[in-house]
């Protein structure tokens, strides 16, 4: 059993320290931070809102706008006609956009005209002032950025991670950067650091209040948009992403700060983790990698929808954007601004930031923060603990139970935190609770029912389930192998089995007997007891093996008094079907006795040798001769101190010389009545009086007792022998014992 409870710990242990090193990043398994990364998605779409946020509209350059408007991109100044719109006629509060302006807008031919004025018409002064005259409505790039000038507008941009050789490393321009970093920060914040970028082109950036990457270097490795970064690094400096810089230029933040955690406030410490970035009263939790988990409200929708056409030409009520966010972004499929989201597959991309943005203006991004490893490796090793020590010691059923208790505690635990905007690991707690269970289940099936199954065969045939499913908790503590034990044997006969057969068919008598042995067997099981053989009617058992058992007299007895009582009612039963009315006696003894498989290189038994095995079987046929239906020796009654016995004699029984004192059981002391404590007193002077060879006194009292009881076999069995021994006195040296010649 020991050997067994250490493979179990073993096995259990190597699966978590597996866990341990995946949680510390010694070794990963890809499939567990997928794991990691369905259970966030559960959690996620089990507790989003699904509610409307109308503080931010998303200007949607959809099917219907292109439709009515024309493929993208549009020139730059119905893109200023727009920007005019919303700000001048619609009084939008800032604008983001998630389009990035790279190249010029050659839309307008002015390429092609100032090509013509400095070639072919380069001479013709009215062709040359036609042209100057023109060019301010030609030049839809400086239209453009004349409608951003002076207002809050927000570009957006993207950087590159890393860039090819025979790529362009950098396009376009960047807005101005949050802060420059030290040394300190850059080797200590694991902050994505980009090669290159695609900017917008300078004359309109310049004259955007601020610009924010789009893009994410964070995606997961299914494609799906969990984390998305605040801030990336290039030429080390820090630049905010568009939701970022759309939150501060709504807020009226004057700066991005950076809440970095250390041990004492030195950059120089050991502990050295970004926490947190602040917009004025705002407080936005992110990760090392400065970035945040979306706080999706839920599916495509949850911001209102405007077609970007019905701004130009300005269908939509003034109110519905005042003093509101405004994204400009698209949905149409064709310009491949959709993204996979937990919330939806097909999702359009700025509504990512717009999610961000409301999650910052409701402070409720849920985060993980960096002590979450250390709490991860404490449930591990606790949950390990528990469920290791537990399941060993329960019922397949019971540890089932408590395996799904001890996952809904852990889901429960990581669920109280999520509403508290803490994201704790919750894939690794359950995938090792349900690998400690697997394994244990399985340890249990393969190996310790194949000892349990072991312990049926040799077992089975002799004592019931119930004992060999105590058994196999322990399998090694029991053999076949004889050894000496104290014991009890309890013999059981059926009287006057001879003339019962006679007067039955075969057919008939093999029912009698299965009916009645069948329910005795069941008795003797359910006291503990294990059945030694079947003799045609007669039933040898013993108690004390192969399950030690230190009240196996106390047992033996009980089982003794139930067999009775079912006989009694089974005499019922019997009368039903025409049977005779059938009785029985039981013989018990107590003492050391030789038990294990014996017989011979043909066939086997597990059976109990010795003397007090065969003082049982003599004591059971000694049932009739006094009457009474059970008897046991002087060492059974010795055991059950809380019982009244009735002493029958003092004899010598065929096959011993040593005299042995033989009782009947009379009852518990507590359930005795009156009546029954009186004769006993009765008795035990009259025996007295017997053994002292006072025949008259004896006699008399014995007659006394005959007259009152009689129907109690034992007092004319004493008249008798007072009759006898007046005839032929047994002397003077006599013991008290009676002699019985027969079994």
């Keep these: 059993m020991h050997v067994q409870r250490t493979i179990r710990l073993a096995l259990s242990a190597l699966i978590l320290l597996a866990l341990l090193l995946d949680t510390s990043g010694i070794v990963q398994y890809p499939f567990i931070a997928q794991l990691e990364n369905w259970t966030y998605d559960a959690r996620l779409n089990f507790t989003r809102p699904d509610t409307l946020d109308e503080r931010i509209v998303i200007i949607d350059i959809d099917e219907s706008s292109l439709e009515e408007v024309g493929r993208w991109p549009w020139g730059r100044d119905k893109l200023a006609i727009l920007v005019n719109n919303l700000f001048d006629y619609y009084q939008a509060s800032v604008v983001g956009f998630d389009i990035v302006f790279a190249e010029k807008d050659q839309s307008s031919g002015l390429s092609i005209f100032e090509d013509l004025a400095s070639n072919e018409l380069r001479d013709n002064q009215e062709f040359q002032q036609t042209l100057e005259k023109i060019r301010p409505s030609l030049e839809l790039d400086k239209i453009f950025a004349n409608s951003l000038m002076g ?256 996952s809904f505690l852990v889901i429960a635990g990581t669920m109280i935190a999520w509403n508290n905007q803490l994201i704790l690991p919750l894939a690794s707690p359950l995938l090792l609770i349900f690998l400690i269970f697997v394994w244990h289940m399985t340890f249990g099936f393969f190996i310790e029912s194949r000892g349990k199954r072991q312990l049926a065969y040799l077992f089975g045939h002799y004592i019931p389930p119930e004992l060999v499913d105590e058994m196999s908790v322990s399998p090694a503590d029991f053999s076949l192998d004889g050894e000496n034990r104290e014991m009890t044997v309890l013999f059981s006969d059926v009287r006057g089995f001879t003339t019962i057969s006679e007067g039955m068919d075969p057919k008939q008598l093999t029912q009698l007997m299965n009916a009645l042995l069948t329910p005795m067997t069941r008795v003797i099981h359910k006291h503990r007891g294990t059945i030694d053989k079947y003799m045609g009617d007669a039933i040898m058992s013993f108690w004390g093996a192969p399950m030690s058992d230190s009240e196996h007299a106390r047992h033996a007895l009980y089982a003794a008094m139930d067999m009775m009582k079912e006989l009694e009612v089974m005499q019922a039963d019997f009368k039903s079907r025409g049977w005779p009315k059938v009785n029985i006696g039981i013989g018990i003894n107590s003492g050391d006795m030789n038990v294990g498989n014996m017989g011979s290189e043909f066939r086997m038994a597990y059976t109990v040798l010795g003397d007090a095995v065969n003082l049982g079987s003599r004591l059971e046929g000694l049932t009739k001769n006094y009457g009474v239906n059970i008897i046991v020796s002087e060492s059974t009654k010795k055991c059950i101190p809380e019982f009244v016995f009735r002493e029958l004699d003092l004899v010598r029984v065929k096959g011993k010389n040593e005299p042995v004192a033989i009782f009947e059981p009379v009852g518990h002391k507590n359930d005795l009545e009156k009546s029954v404590t009186s004769e006993l007193s009765s008795y035990r002077q009259a025996l007295k009086s017997f053994r002292q060879q006072n025949w008259d006194k004896a006699e008399v009292d014995f007659f006394n007792l005959n007259k009152s009881n009689s129907e109690r076999l034992l007092y004319q069995v004493y008249l008798k022998r007072i009759t006898h021994y007046r005839k032929e006195p047994p002397g003077s040296d006599w013991d008290g014992v009676f002699t019985h010649t027969s079994k």
């Design 151 to 406: 207002q809050k507008v927000v570009l957006g941009y993207y950087f590159k991670s890393e860039v090819p050789e025979d790529e362009v490393g950098k396009t376009g321009t960047l807005p101005a950067p949050i802060m420059k970093t030290n040394e300190v920060w850059r080797a200590r914040l694991p902050i994505n650091s980009a090669e290159g970028f695609g900017g917008n082109l300078e004359i309109l950036q310049n004259s955007a209040v601020t610009g924010g990457f789009f893009d994410n270097p964070h995606v997961d490795q299914d494609g799906v948009f969990r984390r998305v970064p605040l801030l990336q690094l290039h030429e080390d400096h820090l630049y905010p992403s568009l939701a970022l810089a759309t939150a501060q230029v709504y807020l009226d933040s004057p700066r991005i700060e950076l809440i970095v955690k250390t041990e004492d406030g030195k950059s120089d410490d050991d502990y050295f983790a970004l926490e947190a970035i602040a917009l004025h009263k705002y407080r936005i939790p992110v990760d090392a990698n400065a970035a945040v988990y979306v706080p999706y409200r839920g599916l495509e929708g949850s911001f209102p929808y405007i077609s970007a056409h019905k701004i130009l030409n300005r269908e939509i009520e003034p109110a519905a954007f005042k003093n509101k966010v405004i994204l400009l972004g698209t949905s149409a499929p064709g310009l491949l601004d959709l993204r996979s989201t937990p919330v939806q597959n097909i999702y359009p991309g700025v509504e990512v930031h717009a999610n961000i943005i409301s999650g910052i203006l409701d402070q409720n991004i849920n985060h993980r923060p960096a002590w979450t490893i250390g709490y991860e490796f404490v449930i591990l090793v606790l949950t390990a603990t528990v469920i290791a020590l537990l399941l060993p010691v329960l019922s397949p059923l019971m540890a089932a139970a408590g395996t799904l208790g001890m």
